[in-house]
Protein backbone atom coordinates (compact mmCIF):
# COMPACT_ATOMS: atom_id res chain seq x y z
CA UNK A 1 0.00 0.00 0.00
CA UNK A 2 2.61 2.51 1.33
CA UNK A 3 4.39 1.96 -2.21
CA UNK A 4 2.08 3.56 -4.71
CA UNK A 5 2.04 7.37 -2.82
CA UNK A 6 3.25 9.22 -0.05
CA UNK A 7 1.24 12.10 1.28
CA UNK A 8 -2.19 10.52 0.32
CA UNK A 9 -1.49 7.03 1.81
CA UNK A 10 -2.86 6.92 5.41
CA UNK A 11 0.02 5.19 7.66
CA UNK A 12 -1.06 2.32 9.46
CA UNK A 13 -1.64 3.62 13.14
CA UNK A 14 0.86 0.90 15.07
CA UNK A 15 2.20 -0.33 12.21
CA UNK A 16 2.43 -4.45 13.01
CA UNK A 17 6.18 -6.08 12.55
CA UNK A 18 4.87 -8.01 9.74
CA UNK A 19 5.08 -4.63 7.73
CA UNK A 20 8.43 -5.48 6.71
CA UNK A 21 7.65 -9.05 5.75
CA UNK A 22 4.84 -7.94 3.83
CA UNK A 23 6.65 -5.44 1.75
CA UNK A 24 9.72 -8.00 1.05
CA UNK A 25 6.55 -10.25 0.04
CA UNK A 26 5.66 -7.64 -2.42
CA UNK A 27 9.08 -7.10 -3.10
CA UNK A 28 9.47 -11.27 -3.88
CA UNK A 29 6.42 -11.57 -6.07
CA UNK A 30 7.51 -8.26 -8.28
CA UNK A 31 10.87 -9.29 -9.07
CA UNK A 32 9.24 -12.88 -9.65
CA UNK A 33 7.64 -11.21 -12.64
CA UNK A 34 10.84 -9.59 -13.62
CA UNK A 35 12.84 -12.91 -13.84
CA UNK A 36 10.00 -15.12 -15.58
CA UNK A 37 10.21 -11.70 -17.80
CA UNK A 38 14.11 -12.54 -18.70
CA UNK A 39 13.38 -16.40 -18.76
CA UNK A 40 10.62 -15.94 -21.61
CA UNK A 41 13.23 -13.83 -23.32
CA UNK A 42 16.31 -16.06 -22.91
CA UNK A 43 18.20 -13.04 -20.89
CA UNK A 44 20.36 -12.96 -18.40
CA UNK A 45 20.25 -10.86 -14.71
CA UNK A 46 21.41 -7.26 -15.14
CA UNK A 47 25.02 -7.55 -13.11
CA UNK A 48 27.86 -4.66 -12.39
CA UNK A 49 30.34 -7.14 -14.56
CA UNK A 50 32.32 -5.18 -17.36
CA UNK A 51 29.89 -7.60 -20.10
CA UNK A 52 26.68 -7.02 -17.90
CA UNK A 53 24.04 -4.96 -20.30
CA UNK A 54 24.47 -1.21 -19.60
CA UNK A 55 20.05 -0.64 -19.33
CA UNK A 56 17.74 -3.25 -17.65
CA UNK A 57 17.00 -5.81 -20.15
CA UNK A 58 13.27 -5.26 -19.93
CA UNK A 59 12.57 -1.54 -20.88
CA UNK A 60 10.35 -2.37 -23.76
CA UNK A 61 8.37 -4.34 -22.23
CA UNK A 62 4.19 -4.87 -21.62
CA UNK A 63 2.37 -2.87 -18.97
CA UNK A 64 2.90 -6.00 -16.24
CA UNK A 65 6.10 -6.08 -16.27
CA UNK A 66 6.67 -2.18 -16.46
CA UNK A 67 4.35 -1.94 -13.04
CA UNK A 68 6.66 -4.74 -11.70
CA UNK A 69 9.68 -3.12 -12.01
CA UNK A 70 8.33 0.20 -10.74
CA UNK A 71 6.88 -1.45 -8.04
CA UNK A 72 10.44 -3.17 -7.02
CA UNK A 73 12.03 0.02 -7.94
CA UNK A 74 9.72 2.03 -4.72
CA UNK A 75 9.25 -1.25 -2.26
CA UNK A 76 13.05 -1.56 -2.08
CA UNK A 77 13.63 2.31 -1.23
CA UNK A 78 10.85 1.77 1.53
CA UNK A 79 11.88 -1.29 3.05
CA UNK A 80 15.41 0.25 3.17
CA UNK A 81 14.47 3.36 4.11
CA UNK A 82 11.85 1.50 7.43
CA UNK A 83 15.24 -0.77 8.30
CA UNK A 84 17.30 2.02 8.49
CA UNK A 85 14.38 4.11 10.64
CA UNK A 86 14.23 7.68 10.09
CA UNK A 87 16.77 8.78 12.30
CA UNK A 88 19.24 7.59 10.45
CA UNK A 89 17.75 7.66 6.70
CA UNK A 90 17.87 11.01 7.77
CA UNK A 91 21.33 11.04 7.86
CA UNK A 92 21.91 9.53 4.82
CA UNK A 93 19.89 11.70 2.62
CA UNK A 94 21.68 14.92 3.86
CA UNK A 95 25.33 13.18 3.74
CA UNK A 96 24.41 11.56 -0.23
CA UNK A 97 25.85 15.32 -1.23
CA UNK A 98 29.30 13.81 -0.39
CA UNK A 99 28.36 11.41 -3.43
CA UNK A 100 29.02 13.61 -6.25
CA UNK A 101 31.95 14.41 -5.23
CA UNK A 102 33.66 11.26 -7.14
CA UNK A 103 31.49 11.92 -10.16
CA UNK A 104 32.70 15.27 -10.17
CA UNK A 105 36.40 14.13 -10.43
CA UNK A 106 35.93 10.96 -12.45
CA UNK A 107 34.07 13.37 -14.72
CA UNK A 108 36.85 16.37 -14.55
CA UNK A 109 39.88 13.74 -14.56
CA UNK A 110 38.51 11.88 -17.01
CA UNK A 111 39.25 8.72 -15.07
CA UNK A 112 36.46 6.17 -17.38
CA UNK A 113 39.61 7.09 -20.26
CA UNK A 114 42.31 6.43 -17.58
CA UNK A 115 41.50 3.40 -16.61
CA UNK A 116 42.22 0.22 -19.42
CA UNK A 117 39.33 -0.95 -20.66
CA UNK A 118 40.03 -3.84 -19.93
CA UNK A 119 42.51 -5.47 -16.85
CA UNK A 120 42.89 -3.30 -14.21
CA UNK A 121 45.56 -0.47 -13.32
CA UNK A 122 47.60 0.57 -10.36
CA UNK A 123 46.61 4.20 -8.46
CA UNK A 124 50.36 4.95 -8.99
CA UNK A 125 49.83 4.27 -13.23
CA UNK A 126 46.33 5.61 -12.89
CA UNK A 127 47.70 8.72 -11.64
CA UNK A 128 50.26 8.96 -14.43
CA UNK A 129 47.82 8.30 -16.85
CA UNK A 130 45.12 10.87 -15.82
CA UNK A 131 47.88 13.45 -15.90
CA UNK A 132 48.11 12.30 -20.17
CA UNK A 133 44.21 12.41 -20.78
CA UNK A 134 43.26 15.54 -18.49
CA UNK A 135 46.32 17.26 -17.76
CA UNK A 136 45.46 17.31 -13.75
CA UNK A 137 48.32 15.80 -11.71
CA UNK A 138 46.01 13.99 -8.79
CA UNK A 139 47.97 12.22 -6.12
CA UNK A 140 47.34 8.28 -6.40
CA UNK A 141 46.11 8.97 -2.64
CA UNK A 142 43.35 11.66 -3.92
CA UNK A 143 42.28 9.26 -6.49
CA UNK A 144 42.06 6.66 -4.16
CA UNK A 145 39.57 8.17 -2.17
CA UNK A 146 37.12 9.50 -4.41
CA UNK A 147 37.22 6.15 -6.49
CA UNK A 148 36.70 4.00 -3.15
CA UNK A 149 33.70 6.10 -2.53
CA UNK A 150 32.48 5.83 -6.46
CA UNK A 151 33.46 1.63 -5.98
CA UNK A 152 31.01 1.70 -3.06
CA UNK A 153 28.32 2.78 -4.80
CA UNK A 154 28.96 0.45 -8.06
CA UNK A 155 31.15 2.51 -9.94
CA UNK A 156 34.32 0.80 -11.07
CA UNK A 157 35.72 -2.34 -9.24
CA UNK A 158 39.09 -3.09 -7.33
CA UNK A 159 39.68 -6.42 -8.41
CA UNK A 160 42.81 -6.75 -7.00
CA UNK A 161 43.93 -4.59 -3.54
CA UNK A 162 45.31 -1.51 -5.15
CA UNK A 163 44.18 -1.66 -8.90
CA UNK A 164 40.95 -0.31 -10.40
CA UNK A 165 39.23 -1.97 -13.39
CA UNK A 166 36.47 -0.81 -14.89
CA UNK A 167 32.68 -2.21 -14.22
CA UNK A 168 29.47 -2.17 -16.77
CA UNK A 169 28.72 1.32 -15.03
CA UNK A 170 32.05 2.84 -15.59
CA UNK A 171 32.25 1.64 -19.07
CA UNK A 172 29.26 3.36 -20.23
CA UNK A 173 30.83 6.60 -18.65
CA UNK A 174 33.35 5.51 -21.52
CA UNK A 175 31.53 4.62 -24.08
CA UNK A 176 28.59 6.88 -24.12
CA UNK A 177 29.21 10.24 -24.35
CA UNK A 178 25.48 11.85 -23.64
CA UNK A 179 25.67 10.19 -20.55
CA UNK A 180 28.92 11.37 -19.45
CA UNK A 181 28.11 14.88 -20.68
CA UNK A 182 25.03 14.08 -18.28
CA UNK A 183 27.26 13.64 -15.38
CA UNK A 184 29.36 16.64 -16.24
CA UNK A 185 25.95 19.07 -16.38
CA UNK A 186 25.22 17.47 -13.02
CA UNK A 187 28.64 17.75 -11.14
CA UNK A 188 30.53 20.77 -13.02
CA UNK A 189 27.62 23.26 -14.43
CA UNK A 190 24.97 22.92 -11.76
CA UNK A 191 26.27 21.61 -8.06
CA UNK A 192 26.98 24.82 -7.09
CA UNK A 193 23.68 26.27 -8.39
CA UNK A 194 22.17 23.48 -6.57
CA UNK A 195 23.97 24.15 -3.77
CA UNK A 196 22.54 27.94 -4.49
CA UNK A 197 19.05 27.42 -4.33
CA UNK A 198 17.86 28.61 -1.36
CA UNK A 199 19.65 31.07 -1.52
CA UNK A 200 18.16 32.10 -4.24
CA UNK A 201 14.87 32.02 -2.60
CA UNK A 202 15.95 34.15 0.46
CA UNK A 203 17.11 37.00 -2.13
CA UNK A 204 14.64 37.00 -4.63
CA UNK A 205 11.47 34.92 -2.85
CA UNK A 206 9.12 33.68 -5.39
CA UNK A 207 10.89 35.36 -8.34
CA UNK A 208 9.51 34.75 -12.34
CA UNK A 209 12.37 36.36 -13.55
CA UNK A 210 15.14 34.47 -15.41
CA UNK A 211 17.41 36.00 -14.26
CA UNK A 212 17.01 36.29 -10.61
CA UNK A 213 17.88 32.02 -10.12
CA UNK A 214 21.20 30.61 -8.49
CA UNK A 215 22.45 30.20 -11.15
CA UNK A 216 23.07 34.11 -11.43
CA UNK A 217 24.09 34.09 -7.70
CA UNK A 218 26.97 30.87 -8.55
CA UNK A 219 28.28 32.12 -11.43
CA UNK A 220 28.11 36.48 -10.41
CA UNK A 221 25.99 37.09 -13.76
CA UNK A 222 22.59 38.52 -14.88
CA UNK A 223 22.18 36.48 -18.01
CA UNK A 224 19.35 33.60 -18.04
CA UNK A 225 20.59 30.18 -18.06
CA UNK A 226 20.05 29.52 -21.58
CA UNK A 227 22.85 32.31 -22.50
CA UNK A 228 24.94 31.46 -19.30
CA UNK A 229 24.67 27.82 -21.34
CA UNK A 230 25.42 28.95 -25.30
CA UNK A 231 28.12 31.38 -23.72
CA UNK A 232 31.00 28.59 -22.99
CA UNK A 233 31.50 26.14 -26.34
CA UNK A 234 32.68 23.52 -23.74
CA UNK A 235 29.27 23.94 -21.63
CA UNK A 236 27.00 24.31 -24.90
CA UNK A 237 28.08 21.14 -26.19
CA UNK A 238 28.08 19.05 -22.99
CA UNK A 239 24.27 20.92 -22.39
CA UNK A 240 23.56 19.52 -25.81
CA UNK A 241 24.94 15.87 -25.38
CA UNK A 242 23.25 16.31 -21.85
CA UNK A 243 19.81 16.87 -23.62
CA UNK A 244 20.52 14.06 -26.13
CA UNK A 245 20.96 11.62 -22.65
CA UNK A 246 18.17 13.06 -21.42
CA UNK A 247 15.81 12.52 -24.39
CA UNK A 248 16.72 8.53 -24.13
CA UNK A 249 15.98 8.68 -20.67
CA UNK A 250 13.35 5.87 -20.15
CA UNK A 251 9.98 7.47 -20.42
CA UNK A 252 11.38 10.69 -22.26
CA UNK A 253 11.83 9.03 -25.39
CA UNK A 254 10.00 10.74 -28.87
CA UNK A 255 8.43 7.35 -29.42
CA UNK A 256 5.96 8.14 -26.68
CA UNK A 257 5.51 11.81 -28.58
CA UNK A 258 4.65 10.00 -32.04
CA UNK A 259 2.72 7.61 -30.76
CA UNK A 260 0.52 9.38 -27.99
CA UNK A 261 -1.00 11.74 -29.71
CA UNK A 262 -3.71 11.18 -32.50
CA UNK A 263 -1.56 12.78 -35.22
CA UNK A 264 -3.83 11.49 -38.30
CA UNK A 265 -6.62 13.81 -37.21
CA UNK A 266 -4.30 16.79 -38.24
CA UNK A 267 -4.67 15.50 -42.26
CA UNK A 268 -2.32 18.01 -44.00
CA UNK A 269 -2.04 20.31 -41.93
CA UNK A 270 1.47 22.45 -40.84
CA UNK A 271 2.98 21.94 -37.84
CA UNK A 272 5.56 24.37 -36.55
CA UNK A 273 7.43 22.63 -33.86
CA UNK A 274 8.11 25.55 -31.59
CA UNK A 275 11.85 25.55 -30.12
CA UNK A 276 12.19 22.27 -32.31
CA UNK A 277 16.11 21.81 -31.99
CA UNK A 278 17.97 20.31 -35.10
CA UNK A 279 13.85 18.88 -35.48
CA UNK A 280 14.43 15.33 -34.60
CA UNK A 281 11.18 15.40 -32.96
CA UNK A 282 8.83 16.36 -36.02
CA UNK A 283 10.95 13.89 -38.29
CA UNK A 284 10.18 11.23 -36.10
CA UNK A 285 6.61 11.93 -36.58
CA UNK A 286 6.75 13.32 -40.39
CA UNK A 287 8.46 9.50 -41.03
CA UNK A 288 4.72 8.18 -39.73
CA UNK A 289 2.58 10.60 -40.83
CA UNK A 290 2.94 11.42 -44.47
CA UNK A 291 0.54 13.84 -45.03
CA UNK A 292 1.66 16.11 -42.15
CA UNK A 293 4.33 19.02 -43.03
CA UNK A 294 6.63 20.56 -40.55
CA UNK A 295 8.11 23.79 -40.06
CA UNK A 296 11.21 23.91 -37.16
CA UNK A 297 11.95 27.16 -35.72
CA UNK A 298 14.18 27.29 -32.96
CA UNK A 299 17.19 29.96 -32.58
CA UNK A 300 20.09 31.05 -34.78
CA UNK A 301 22.16 29.67 -33.42
CA UNK A 302 20.48 26.14 -33.50
CA UNK A 303 21.05 26.45 -37.14
CA UNK A 304 23.93 25.71 -39.55
CA UNK A 305 24.68 24.16 -42.72
CA UNK A 306 25.21 20.87 -40.61
CA UNK A 307 22.37 20.97 -39.37
CA UNK A 308 20.44 22.08 -42.34
CA UNK A 309 21.93 19.14 -44.21
CA UNK A 310 20.43 16.73 -41.86
CA UNK A 311 17.48 16.44 -42.57
CA UNK A 312 16.62 13.03 -45.13
CA UNK A 313 16.16 13.75 -48.64
CA UNK A 314 12.88 11.67 -48.30
CA UNK A 315 11.60 14.60 -45.46
CA UNK A 316 13.04 17.15 -46.73
CA UNK A 317 9.95 18.81 -48.91
CA UNK A 318 8.07 18.25 -45.74
CA UNK A 319 10.07 18.96 -42.97
CA UNK A 320 11.71 23.05 -42.92
CA UNK A 321 14.13 24.05 -40.28
CA UNK A 322 13.64 27.73 -40.01
CA UNK A 323 14.54 30.23 -37.56
CA UNK A 324 12.29 31.95 -35.05
CA UNK A 325 12.41 33.08 -31.40
CA UNK A 326 9.40 32.87 -29.67
CA UNK A 327 9.42 35.59 -28.47
CA UNK A 328 8.83 37.70 -31.07
CA UNK A 329 4.90 37.60 -32.85
CA UNK A 330 4.10 34.27 -34.89
CA UNK A 331 4.31 34.81 -38.64
CA UNK A 332 3.36 31.66 -40.23
CA UNK A 333 0.40 30.58 -40.52
CA UNK A 334 -0.47 26.85 -39.25
CA UNK A 335 -3.06 24.35 -38.78
CA UNK A 336 -1.32 23.26 -35.27
CA UNK A 337 1.71 24.74 -32.79
CA UNK A 338 3.65 22.41 -31.19
CA UNK A 339 6.01 22.87 -27.92
CA UNK A 340 7.58 19.93 -26.83
CA UNK A 341 10.09 20.31 -23.54
CA UNK A 342 9.63 24.01 -23.78
CA UNK A 343 7.07 25.30 -21.25
CA UNK A 344 8.61 23.99 -17.83
CA UNK A 345 12.14 26.42 -19.08
CA UNK A 346 9.91 29.04 -17.93
CA UNK A 347 7.67 30.59 -15.07
CA UNK A 348 4.39 31.46 -16.25
CA UNK A 349 4.07 35.04 -16.83
CA UNK A 350 6.72 34.38 -19.85
CA UNK A 351 4.77 30.86 -21.03
CA UNK A 352 1.97 33.49 -21.00
CA UNK A 353 3.63 35.72 -23.18
CA UNK A 354 5.33 32.98 -25.46
CA UNK A 355 1.32 31.85 -26.38
CA UNK A 356 0.47 35.39 -26.71
CA UNK A 357 3.14 35.62 -29.33
CA UNK A 358 0.74 32.92 -31.06
CA UNK A 359 -2.43 35.47 -31.79
CA UNK A 360 -1.91 37.01 -34.68
CA UNK A 361 -1.44 34.12 -36.81
CA UNK A 362 -4.02 31.88 -35.36
CA UNK A 363 -6.98 31.14 -37.40
CA UNK A 364 -10.18 29.17 -36.19
CA UNK A 365 -9.62 26.16 -35.21
CA UNK A 366 -5.68 26.13 -35.09
CA UNK A 367 -4.17 23.71 -31.93
CA UNK A 368 -1.87 24.59 -29.83
CA UNK A 369 0.16 20.98 -28.94
CA UNK A 370 1.87 20.82 -25.56
CA UNK A 371 4.05 17.67 -24.70
CA UNK A 372 5.37 18.13 -21.28
CA UNK A 373 5.44 17.00 -18.27
CA UNK A 374 2.18 17.14 -16.16
CA UNK A 375 2.94 17.02 -11.94
CA UNK A 376 1.13 14.14 -10.54
CA UNK A 377 -1.39 14.55 -7.71
CA UNK A 378 0.43 13.71 -4.72
CA UNK A 379 0.88 10.35 -3.39
CA UNK A 380 -1.25 9.10 -6.97
CA UNK A 381 1.71 7.57 -8.31
CA UNK A 382 4.79 4.83 -7.10
CA UNK A 383 7.30 7.02 -5.42
CA UNK A 384 10.04 6.64 -8.08
CA UNK A 385 7.78 8.83 -10.70
CA UNK A 386 7.00 11.51 -8.18
CA UNK A 387 10.43 11.90 -7.43
CA UNK A 388 11.16 11.89 -11.03
CA UNK A 389 9.22 14.62 -11.26
CA UNK A 390 9.11 16.54 -8.02
CA UNK A 391 13.21 16.56 -8.83
CA UNK A 392 12.58 18.34 -12.36
CA UNK A 393 10.31 20.82 -10.87
CA UNK A 394 13.17 21.82 -8.40
CA UNK A 395 15.56 21.82 -10.90
CA UNK A 396 13.88 24.10 -12.99
CA UNK A 397 14.10 26.55 -9.68
CA UNK A 398 17.40 26.20 -9.76
CA UNK A 399 18.40 27.56 -13.19
CA UNK A 400 15.48 29.73 -14.64
CA UNK A 401 12.87 29.94 -11.83
CA UNK A 402 10.21 27.50 -13.94
CA UNK A 403 8.16 24.97 -13.07
CA UNK A 404 6.55 21.91 -13.57
CA UNK A 405 2.72 22.36 -13.77
CA UNK A 406 -0.31 20.16 -12.35
CA UNK A 407 -3.11 20.52 -15.14
CA UNK A 408 -4.88 23.22 -13.73
CA UNK A 409 -1.63 25.26 -13.80
CA UNK A 410 -1.53 24.39 -17.67
CA UNK A 411 -5.23 25.47 -17.95
CA UNK A 412 -4.76 28.91 -16.15
CA UNK A 413 -1.85 29.64 -18.63
CA UNK A 414 -4.51 29.45 -21.37
CA UNK A 415 -7.04 31.63 -19.78
CA UNK A 416 -4.72 34.48 -19.11
CA UNK A 417 -3.24 34.18 -22.22
CA UNK A 418 -6.41 34.82 -24.08
CA UNK A 419 -10.47 34.09 -23.87
CA UNK A 420 -10.32 32.64 -27.24
CA UNK A 421 -7.98 29.73 -26.24
CA UNK A 422 -11.10 26.43 -25.86
CA UNK A 423 -9.11 24.04 -22.67
CA UNK A 424 -9.47 20.56 -25.11
CA UNK A 425 -7.64 18.81 -22.09
CA UNK A 426 -4.93 17.04 -21.08
CA UNK A 427 -3.65 13.42 -21.28
CA UNK A 428 -0.86 10.78 -21.29
CA UNK A 429 -1.25 7.09 -22.81
CA UNK A 430 2.54 5.93 -22.60
CA UNK A 431 5.81 7.56 -21.75
CA UNK A 432 6.30 10.42 -18.98
CA UNK A 433 4.91 13.47 -20.77
CA UNK A 434 1.22 14.45 -21.20
CA UNK A 435 0.18 16.12 -23.77
CA UNK A 436 -1.74 19.25 -23.28
CA UNK A 437 -3.52 21.02 -25.80
CA UNK A 438 -6.08 24.31 -26.41
CA UNK A 439 -7.64 25.14 -29.88
CA UNK A 440 -8.24 28.66 -30.96
CA UNK A 441 -11.79 29.69 -31.24
CA UNK A 442 -12.38 33.56 -32.48
CA UNK A 443 -15.69 33.57 -31.13
CA UNK A 444 -14.48 33.51 -27.38
CA UNK A 445 -13.14 30.24 -26.32
CA UNK A 446 -16.08 28.37 -23.81
CA UNK A 447 -18.69 28.00 -26.76
CA UNK A 448 -16.00 25.77 -28.85
CA UNK A 449 -16.97 22.00 -28.55
CA UNK A 450 -14.09 19.97 -27.46
CA UNK A 451 -12.18 17.85 -29.81
CA UNK A 452 -12.77 14.08 -29.42
CA UNK A 453 -8.82 13.14 -28.55
CA UNK A 454 -8.38 11.15 -25.60
CA UNK A 455 -7.59 8.16 -27.54
C1 LIG B 1 14.81 21.59 -24.08
S1 LIG B 1 15.02 21.98 -25.76
C2 LIG B 1 13.62 21.17 -26.48
C3 LIG B 1 13.87 20.77 -27.88
C4 LIG B 1 12.76 19.96 -28.56
N1 LIG B 1 11.50 20.65 -28.57
C5 LIG B 1 12.62 18.60 -27.90
O1 LIG B 1 11.54 18.27 -27.40
O2 LIG B 1 13.60 17.85 -27.90
C6 LIG B 1 14.56 23.69 -25.84
C7 LIG B 1 14.74 24.29 -27.22
O3 LIG B 1 14.18 25.61 -27.20
C8 LIG B 1 15.02 26.45 -27.98
N2 LIG B 1 14.80 27.86 -27.58
C9 LIG B 1 15.18 28.47 -26.44
N3 LIG B 1 14.80 29.75 -26.44
C10 LIG B 1 14.16 29.95 -27.63
C11 LIG B 1 13.51 31.08 -28.22
N4 LIG B 1 13.48 32.25 -27.57
N5 LIG B 1 12.93 30.93 -29.42
C12 LIG B 1 12.98 29.74 -30.07
N6 LIG B 1 13.57 28.62 -29.56
C13 LIG B 1 14.15 28.75 -28.36
C14 LIG B 1 16.42 25.94 -27.68
O4 LIG B 1 17.35 26.35 -28.66
C15 LIG B 1 16.17 24.42 -27.65
O5 LIG B 1 16.34 23.87 -28.94
Redesign the pocket.
Known amino acids: MGSMGNLLVKSEATPSADRLTRISRQIGENTQILTEGLHARGLSAPSYEAEGPPDFPLTGSDAKTLKARQQVLSLTKELRDLVLGPREALKLMALDIVNYVPLHAIYTFRIAEAVPQTGSISYEDLARQVLKVSGYKIPASELRRVLRLAMANNLFCEPELGHVAHNCTSLVMLEDEALASWVGLYTVDLFLPVGNTVTAMQKWPGSEDLTETAVNISYSHRDTF?HHTQSDATRAKRYDLA?RAH?SREGFDVVHTVESYPWAKLASATVV?????EG??SMAIAEEFPSLSFEV???PG?RCEKTLGEVPAHLANRVKLTT????DEQTTVAGAYFF???FH?FPDKVVVRILKKLVPALRQGARVIINDVVLPAPGSVSLMEERTFRLLDVLMKTVCNGREREVGDWKTLFEEADARFAWQGAWKSSGNLWFVEAVWDDDGGEKMAPWPLNP
Do not use: E
Request: hydrophobic residues 45%; charged residues 20%; without cysteine.
Open positions: FMGDMGGNHVQDLMHDFFRHIA
